[in-house]
């Protein structure tokens, strides 16, 4: 995870999926920013550019924590009075790993399976990774319902599932997620 946006990693445990991590990034400000409340308006900046966001190679930016350290600026070269500040900072990162366990809501059940939603992460359990004792069930809403009529995965249900594949892009991460194993499925 060290490379030239990154300078360390804090408490890097393979079972986490949260991270503590610095990182670096250019903010570019605007002349009329220039002034004494510059360096608080570069910090504001920077915490509106990377919280809520995601990198495919660290994940998704949860929070910026503490304040962080603006370096020196250097104006653009494209005649717009612009600068580039590079500011390093401590982000707290959500980055899932294959096998892990965790909650999710499910938003969209389908013959095909049901989409689940962990914080920013998008799962998707198939029928294949879905227990045999479950049928699909279109009567009212889709949904899976246990053999004994008494569990039902539809929307909004609570799914405690495992983590079998991940797809990460440079903006998103998705994963594919089974409920069949010990401790999984339907979190009552």
């Known amino acids: 995870w060290n490379d030239s946006r990154s300078i360390a ?19 570019q400000l605007s002349p009329r920013f220039f002034g004494p409340k510059m360096v608080s308006t570069i910090q504001d900046k920077l915490v509106a550019e990377v919280e809520g966001t995601c ?4 994940g998704y930016i949860i929070g910026v ?8 600026g250097f104006v653009v070269e494209d005649h717009s009075g612009q600068a580039v500040f590079e500011v390093k900072y401590q982000a707290i990162v959500f980055r899932p790993f294959k096998g892990e366990v965790l909650d999710a809501i499910v938003y969209h059940v389908s013959k095909m399976g049901f989409f689940a939603q962990a914080g920013p992460l998008e799962l998707f359990v198939s ?24 569990t039902r995965i539809q929307q909004d249900a609570m799914v405690r599932l495992k983590i079998i594949g991940i797809q990460v892009d440079p903006s998103k991460i998705f994963a594919v997620a089974t409920i069949k ?6 979190i009552r």
């Open 181 to 186: 194993g010990e401790y999984l499925g339907v």
């Open 55 to 58: 990198s495919g190679r660290y």
């Open 127 to 150: 029928t294949h990774l879905i227990p045999s004792e479950y049928a699909f069930s279109s009567i009212d809403e889709p949904c899976f319902v246990s053999d004994d009529s008494m």
């Open 65 to 72: 924590l503490g304040k962080p350290n603006v370096g020196k």
């Open 9 to 27: 990693t804090t408490h890097v445990d393979v079972d986490a999926m949260f991270f503590l991590l610095e990182l670096k990034k250019n903010v």
